[in-house]
């Protein structure tokens, strides 16, 4: 039996509305990590067996270990959680992995809470390989808004270009003037055309003038 077309679409609205409540629900997370460098083989299997149960949990959406280019004692946890509950959940059940890693570690963790400013549809299928870059942005509060913007169009752009396999931004909930732009590229030639591309370019001279902190912008490779 087909449905009337009023109920078709009432049916869509509602679903679309439930979808869009999730996505607000939804928590991201990325955290860093920096271990002696000695530890650096331990804290990698240590940070590999935590990832894979994170990602069997209720409610994970994501979970990425990268190690960072230049640096391989530092580390950087990238993941999404169906809601707040999942991501205290989580918490709770990875403590023994937390203390496990105290005494590797060179200084406390440092976890940054997001919620989802412009997510990449891609997500459902995260890339395993390729070179992934981490942005801090830190805007003063007046321009948070503005400087959300133009991140938004940042991603819309970026994510058409070649090599590009995932473009998210993230706004910190506890300071909604920091955001965190999680890119994933297919190697290195395709990051460096993007870093020069025109409306990266043009990207940065405006968020020049809002700038609160510098522009860092850190290289990783997933471990797991």
Not at 128 to 141: A, C
Not at 194 to 213: D, I, S
């Amino acid at each position: 039996m087909r449905l009337p077309l009023f109920l078709l679409g009432l049916m869509l609205l509602i679903g679309a509305a439930m979808a869009d409540a999730r996505a607000e629900d939804a928590v991201e997370t990325v955290t860093y990590l920096e271990v002696t460098p000695e530890a650096v083989p331990g804290a990698i299997a240590l940070l590999q067996r935590t990832a894979v149960a994170g990602r069997a949990e209720d409610g994970n959406r994501g979970y990425a270990v990268l190690q960072e280019e230049g640096r391989r004692n530092r580390f950087a946890l990238v993941a999404a959680w169906r809601d707040e509950a999942a991501r205290a959940a989580h918490d709770e059940a990875a403590a023994a992995f937390a203390k496990a890693l105290t005494p590797l570690r060179l200084a406390p963790r440092d976890e940054r809470v997001h919620g989802g400013l412009s997510l990449d549809a891609r997500r459902a299928a995260p890339p395993r390989r390729g070179l992934w870059v981490l942005t801090h942005v830190d805007v003063v509060p007046p321009r948070k808004d503005e400087a959300a913007a133009l991140l938004r169009q940042l991603a819309e752009e970026s994510r058409r270009e070649p090599g590009n396999r995932r473009f998210d931004v993230l706004q910190q909930t506890s300071r909604p003037n920091h955001f965190t732009v999680v890119e994933v590229w297919a190697d290195a030639k395709a990051a460096t055309a993007h870093a020069g591309a025109a409306h990266t370019k043009a990207f940065r001279e405006a968020l020049g003038p809002m700038q609160g902190a510098l522009y860092d912008e850190r290289l990783y490779r997933a471990v797991e």
